[in-house]
């Protein structure tokens, strides 16, 4: 916590960047349990929240290498802006809209406001901070990010008492639109220098540069490997958690909402465990193990009080791959192609969580829901001795690669 103490005290274009990122992650958090109740009351049956879901990982599965060559063409900082108007605009028009379609359409031009955000923001995180703080500033952007999921569905909860879905969806909407304000005045975030070329080349030939950067550069393919394949698992382990609290546990609605919000603050601890910078690659690896670790202790776990254990084992592993993913992809990749290996990561994630959501109900249905944790907890222990193998071979330079400095 020292670390992050002092990058708030020193930094104060960073104080005001993770205030409104705060404020715009709680909104997002209770934005999104209220965005599915009303889809839901749109339109009554489960294809409705099925396709808003889907509607917040198409723009990235599609398009997440070409939002990370915007980031690298153009000013960072302004893609922030303009990803943050998008989701501004999308749901503070929500509630003047009516159907499902209308909602659908909405939420997908919010999908491409989170996609274009995201290789924007982490490519950025470096010019925001001194480069010793670099750690400190992925750590607290990703613990406020886990926080604004565990706290955000509470202040829905408290908002519902007294008002609809759709003024909190609106809510949601004007945190963003705070943020756009914000972050248009801050100096941070400039578009990655290097040398004018006669003709510049395309946007889609920079997002197929990307693509073979990110396969290419030394290290990277492993951290993007292991980082999808363990969220595959995870994302089937999202699907048993309801059925496994109500009918493996029996502890009904209460013991889901208590699993989740020990599986959140696992991850916003584990996300701050990763400020120091230290042992990067030891720390990512040590995440991996404790995700296959918590998911094994619960698909073991008698009753709820060892679920809950192992739930937060799991979150604090989670919260170290995410920070450490990102300082390494931060340390490997030249700032010119930043942008687009975030966005390369980004896609794949989609693509892992919709395979994972596919192919979770059917492994239910198959083996119950503590077999499909069982089968979680082993992909990850799987995905996990991969990439330690792979992570104590000797790499290759950049240089032998093709790949020079930006």
Known sequence: MRAIVHLLRREPRARR???????????????????LLLAYGRWHSPLAISLVLAADLVPSMALGPLFGAAADRWSRRRCMVTADVLR???FLGLPFVHGIGATVALALVAGAGTGLFGPAALASLPSLVERRRVAAANGLFAAVADLGWALGPALAALGLLFAGPDLIVAANGLTFAVSAAVLARLRFGDAPTRPAPARRPSLLRETREGLRA????????VVLAASTGVLLFAGMFNVAELPYASGTLGVGDSGFALLLAAFALGMAGGSLAGVSGRAIRARYLTGLCLVAVGFAGAAAAPALGTAL???????????????????????QAPDAVLGRVFGVKDALTAWAFAVALLAGAPLVALLGARGTVAVSAAGAAVVAALAATAMIRPRPSAGRLGIGPA
């Open 214 to 221: 990110s396969a290419r550069l030394p290290g990277v393919p």
């Open 88 to 90: 501004a605009v999308a």
């Open 17 to 35: 960047f993770f205030a409104v990122h705060a404020q715009s992650s709680l909104g997002t958090g209770a934005g999104y349990a209220a965005l």
């Open 309 to 331: 254990l192992a739930f937060t084992l799991a979150g604090r592993g989670n919260g170290l791959v995410v920070v450490h993913e990102r300082l390494l992809i931060q340390e």
